[in-house]
């Protein structure tokens, strides 16, 4: 006699029909870094796996951080330049959902190596692990992917691999997506914008395997937006040795290695209002050089207002504690 079928769950018609689960490894975080690494787990709209892939990409230049990716020059020699595999990755992600932890850099990686191989990317939102998790109010010690595994119960084999990463990823994230449909959740999803106005040319004096310098103008890849208000009330400064909170004011100045649109969106991402100056209500003003002289900088010093560099912030982004009075 077969066990009888449990009721499933009603699934939320407005959550999309499928999922591209994607990790990258890089040379670094700047804007003129390169890929080294991708893997794409194609998932349908419950979060099943239908098929995996990866490659690994010749970057034209330093691999960067071999200690953290494992990948030497050596190894990437006579791996394929991401224009090579450019046409099969976008075949991957085309009609879906772009997830990725920490998706915004992710997706910003990929935006740009599309847009040096002169195409964009079939992507119109992207998923946010992080976010998702944080929206599920997961009992996490940190939004680290190793500890959103811990708590699934799913084991890493080799962190920091783009194929193992994205595995391990993409079995976090099947239940996840189920809790969030079981209690009718609106799914977090961000606009993917393409970058089209990146042009790559060879260093003078070198052939064009031998470097390239890119021209890139941060201001007119994407169009002007209003950021969505903030949800959440502001909690005040930020405390010496406090974590960030949701709902806090956060200021940019001066310039950030890594693109200063794709700190601003993971800010708004992470729940802070973002703010284009200085004010008694700032809560916190990032840069890199406090002893400058411009208008945000010298304000901060007058109001007393908290300051921390931009590596300190990505620190602190990791682990954004939610707004009491809304979570509880």
């Given amino acids: 006699m077969h066990a009888p079928q449990l009721p499933q769950p009603s699934w939320p018609e407005a959550y999309p029909d499928g999922y591209a689960v994607v990790d990258v490894e890089t040379t670094g975080l700047g804007r003129d870094d390169r890929i080294v690494s991708a893997a794409v787990y194609r998932l349908d709209a419950h979060g099943e796996v239908q098929d995996h892939w990866y490659t690994p990409v010749n970057p034209q230049r330093d691999p960067g951080p071999v200690w953290i990716h494992g990948l030497t020059s050596d190894m990437l020699a006579d791996a394929p330049l991401f224009g090579e595999v450019a046409t099969e990755l976008a075949d991957r992600l085309s009609g879906r959902v772009f997830v990725a932890h920490n998706a915004v850099f992710d997706w910003s990686m990929l935006a740009r190596e599309f847009a040096r191989a002169g195409t964009v990317a079939p992507v119109e939102h992207r998923l946010c692990t992080i976010v998702l ?166 304000r901060a010093r007058q109001l007393g207002t908290p300051v921390v560099g931009e590596r300190r912030f990505a620190d602190l982004l990791g682990d954004v504690a939610p707004a009491p009075d809304v979570h509880g």
């Avoid at 699934?152 to 449909?181: I, K, M, N, T, Y």
């Avoid at 002007?224 to 960030?244: D, F, H, Q, T, V």
Wanted: hydrophobic share 35%; with cysteine.
């Fill in 133 to 298: 998790s944080k929206a599920l109010a997961l009992p996490l010690a940190n939004h680290k992917l190793e500890s959103l595994a811990a708590h699934f119960g799913v084991v890493q084999q080799r962190a920091h691999h783009a194929l193992d990463d994205a595995r391990v990823l993409a079995e976090v994230f099947r239940p996840s997506l189920r809790q969030a449909a079981a209690g009718g959740l609106r799914l977090p999803l961000h606009a993917c914008r393409p970058l089209t106005e990146w042009i790559d040319t060879a260093v003078p004096g070198q052939s064009a395997s031998a470097g390239y310098r890119s021209t890139y103008r941060p201001m007119s890849w994407r169009p002007a937006r209003k950021r969505p208000a903030c949800p959440y009330p502001n909690p005040g400064r930020l405390e010496s040795g406090g974590p960030l909170v949701q709902g806090m004011r956060v200021a940019f100045s001066g310039d950030t290695s890594i693109d200063r649109e794709l700190l601003e969106d993971r800010a708004t991402e992470a729940g802070l209002h973002v703010s284009s100056s200085v004010s008694r209500l700032t809560s916190l003003l990032v840069t890199n050089d406090p002893d400058s002289l411009t208008t945000k900088t010298v």
